[in-house]
Each structure stands twice: as C-alpha cells, then as structure tokens.
C-alpha cells in the first residue's frame, strides 16, 4: 500500500469552527490532491498541488484553502466549517509518468478518508 | 457539473455473469482511469487508457475507449462476489488534473 495518512479519520465539529485536515505521504510523490465525496456527487476536486508552495482550486473550492510547505505533507483547511461541508475527504497523491512522444499521467492513490460532520 | 459521468448508476449481476459500466465525459482527456471503491474504504486503481488508445486488457477488467464519442466502457468478465464494489472513471484533463465520475455500485449476488 501507498504510504498516505490521513488525520484524523473521523472529526465532528461545530458550525464556524476552523477545521485542518492533514495528508502525509512517504512516497515523495510530487502531486498531492484533496477530493471530497459526497452521495450523488461522486468524487469531487477541492485543490491540488503540483509541488511545494504550488497549489490550484479544483471544483468545489469555495470554503476551503490548502497549504503545502514540505513534500510529504497537503493540508486542508476550513476556515469557518459549515454543515455543507459535512463529508468524507480524500487525499491522493501521484506522480508523472513521461513517456517517449507524449506526456502521461501516473495512477492515483488514496488515503482511507477522514469523515468529517459538521453540526 | 461533473466531468465524467458513470452508467449504470447502480447493477445487480450473478456471479459469474459479466459486468458492464460506462463513463461519458465532455473535455478532451489525455488519458482516463477507473477505479474501484470497496465500502468505507480509498479508492484503488485499477487500470488507465491513454486517449490514442482504444481498448486495454487486465486479467479480467476490460477497458475500451472511444475519444470520437467522449465515452468509455469497463467490462468485468466472469465477475465474483469480491467484486462488488463501486467503480468510478477519472479522466485526467491535464498533465496533473484529475475529475472523476459519480461511480456505478455493483452487487454481485453469489
């Protein structure tokens, strides 16, 4: 298995609380990612990483702010938790795979997901 | 809305009986994914196609790819009760961008 941690699995929180989720990754890969999954929704992109202090908003990333200062680590941040923010969040992590003639893309991987409610 | 979307959005099979899902998309991809989702658990890669691709074999998992109509097809022949999971595409829109489907649940009923 892919050297990802999430934590914490599981947070229940107030409305308006600030809230960080962490993802840790002991496979030096270069891109990190924070997806949320939501019934009906599937898996959706919040922000990404493609190297240190180098992030980008995805999707769905109204509410939410990430930071990364170390390669191993992608965190997320809530800064004032709203019930719609109430979800399971993965983190993934991948690396570039160049191919002779055209560019490509590794596989992701997942953490376990930290299932956070918001009250 | 999403980028890639899954259908069926839920199948109910036999075992042994193949599976088929599909997964239609609306950008020009470099490449596309599934995955697959065990209940309460991360997702798991299961193979990738690359958009000058058309069709790829993995011990049972069977992926075509049809860039013309934006859709792809994930056929699990001979499927087992292990099977049953959620299985999601991911197409990746950019070197390092991925955006993934709202998935088909399978039930394999043994």
């Known amino acids: 298995d892919a050297g990802i941690t999430q934590s914490p699995r599981h947070k229940v929180t107030e409305t308006g609380t600030p809230v960080t989720l962490r993802c840790h990754q002991t496979e030096n890969h270069r891109y990190m990612y924070w997806y949320r999954q939501d019934p009906g929704h599937g898996l959706r992109l919040i922000h990404y990483?493609?190297?240190?202090?180098?992030?980008d908003k995805g999707e769905v990333s109204d509410g939410y702010s990430v930071s990364r200062s170390k390669t191993e680590d992608f965190l997320l941040t809530l800064e004032s938790a709203t019930s719609s923010q109430t979800s399971v969040y993965f983190c993934?992590?991948?690396?570039?795979?160049?191919?002779?003639?055209?560019?490509?893309?590794?596989?992701?991987?997942f953490g376990e997901g930290s299932r956070l409610t918001v009250l | 809305s999403q980028q890639g979307e899954e259908d069926p959005q839920a199948l109910s099979i036999q075992e042994g009986e193949n599976a088929t899902m599909n997964c239609s998309y609306k950008t020009s991809i470099n490449n596309l994914q599934w995955y697959r989702q065990n209940s309460g658990r991360g997702l798991v890669h299961l193979i990738l196609i690359r958009s000058n691709e058309r069709e790829k074999h993995s011990g049972r998992l069977r992926v075509t790819l049809d860039t013309s109509k934006k859709s792809s097809s994930l056929l699990i022949t001979a499927s087992r009760a292990a099977d049953t999971a959620s299985y999601f595409c991911?197409?990746?829109?950019?070197?390092?961008?991925?955006?993934f489907g709202t998935g088909t649940r399978l039930k394999v009923l043994a």
């Open positions: 991911a197409t990746g829109v950019s070197a390092y961008k991925y955006i």
């Open positions: 993934a992590i991948s690396e570039r795979v160049r191919l002779a003639g055209a560019p490509n893309t590794g596989e992701l991987f």
């Open positions: 990483s493609y190297g240190v202090k180098d992030t």
